[in-house]
T-cell receptor, first 114, second 112 residues
Framework: QKEVEQDPGPLSVPEGAIVSLNCTYSNSAFQYFMWYRQYSRKGPELLMYTYSSGNKEDGRFTAQVDKSSKYISLFIRDSQPSDSATYLCAMSRGKNFGNEKLTFGTGTRLTIIP | NAGVTQTPKFQVLKTGQSMTLQCAQDMNHNSMYWYRQDPGMGLRLIYYSASEGTTDKGEVPNGYNVSRLNKREFSLRLESAAPSQTSVYFC???????????FGDGTRLSIL
C-alpha cells in the first residue's frame, strides 16, 4: 500500500465548475501538506501549503486538511481553462524531523472544458 | 528570476553510456533534491543534500551518484545507463525550516 493515494483521473469539468481533488494518506506523522500544479512538460509549481488540520484559502483555491481522517482536498472555484494541468499532493513530517523529505501522490490530470 | 535551472532539457543515451545531469539554483537555498517521475509512480526521491557538503540516499538511489559541488549546484550522475532509467528527472531546492521545495522544469532522459 502506498503512503499517499491519489485518484489519477483524468477529470474533465466544464469551465466555471467547482473542482474537488483529493488525497488520502496512511502515515499519521505527516504534518505539512502541499498541492503542486504541473503543466505539461514543466516542473511542479507550488500552489498551496498548509500545516496540520484546517482550511487555507488563496483566491479561487482552498486547501483542506482532515488529519483525523488522513484526508486532504484541494477545491478550485470558478475553474478556468488555464487550470488544466496535473495536480500533485505532497506531504512531509516537517522540519522537526530533520531533513524534510516529501512524499508525493501520483497526480490527478484535470481538464477544464471551455 | 531563474529559480532552479536544469541542463540538458532532453537527452538520448545508449545502454551503458554515462551522463551527468546538472542543476543550479539562484535562491540561496540550503537543501537540494533529485527526483524521477514515471507514469503511475509519481515523483520519487533519488538523492538529496540537506546542506552543502552532505548527501543522502532517497527512495530509489541504485544506479545513481550525486555531487553537491557548492551551495548552488547539485549534479546527478548515471555511470552506466539502463533502459529502466528512462524517465523525467527533476531537481528541487528549498531554503530550510518549514519552507517548501521549488522545482526545475526537468530533464527528459531516454535510454535505448
Amino acid at each position: 500500500q502506498k503512503e499517499v493515494e491519489q485518484d489519477p483521473g483524468p477529470l474533465s469539468v466544464p469551465e466555471g465548475a467547482i473542482v474537488s481533488l483529493n488525497c488520502t494518506y496512511s502515515n499519521s506523522a505527516f504534518q505539512y501538506f502541499m498541492w503542486y500544479r504541473q503543466y505539461s512538460r514543466k516542473g511542479p509549481e507550488l500552489l498551496m501549503y498548509t500545516y496540520s488540520s484546517g482550511n487555507k484559502e488563496d483566491g479561487r483555491f482552498t486547501a483542506q486538511v482532515d488529519k483525523s481522517s488522513k484526508y486532504i482536498s484541494l477545491f478550485i472555484r470558478d475553474s478556468q481553462p488555464s487550470d488544466s494541468a496535473t495536480y500533485l499532493c505532497a506531504m512531509s513530517r516537517g522540519k522537526n524531523f530533520g531533513n524534510e523529505k516529501l512524499t508525493f501522490g501520483t497526480g490527478t490530470r484535470l481538464t477544464i472544458i471551455p | 528570476n531563474a529559480g532552479v535551472t536544469q541542463t540538458p532539457k532532453f537527452q538520448v543515451l545508449k545502454t551503458g553510456q554515462s551522463m551527468t545531469l546538472q542543476c543550479a539554483q539562484d535562491m540561496n537555498h540550503n537543501s537540494m533534491y533529485w527526483y524521477r517521475q514515471d507514469p503511475g509512480m509519481g515523483l520519487r526521491l533519488i538523492y538529496y543534500s540537506a546542506s552543502e557538503g552532505t548527501t543522502d540516499k532517497g527512495e530509489v538511489p541504485n544506479g545513481y551518484n550525486v555531487s553537491r559541488l557548492n551551495k548552488r549546484e547539485f549534479s546527478l550522475r548515471l555511470e552506466s545507463a539502463a533502459p529502466s532509467q528512462t524517465s523525467v528527472y527533476f531537481c528541487a531546492s528549498r531554503w530550510g525550516g518549514d519552507q517548501p521545495q521549488h522545482f526545475g522544469d526537468g530533464t527528459r532522459l531516454s535510454i535505448l
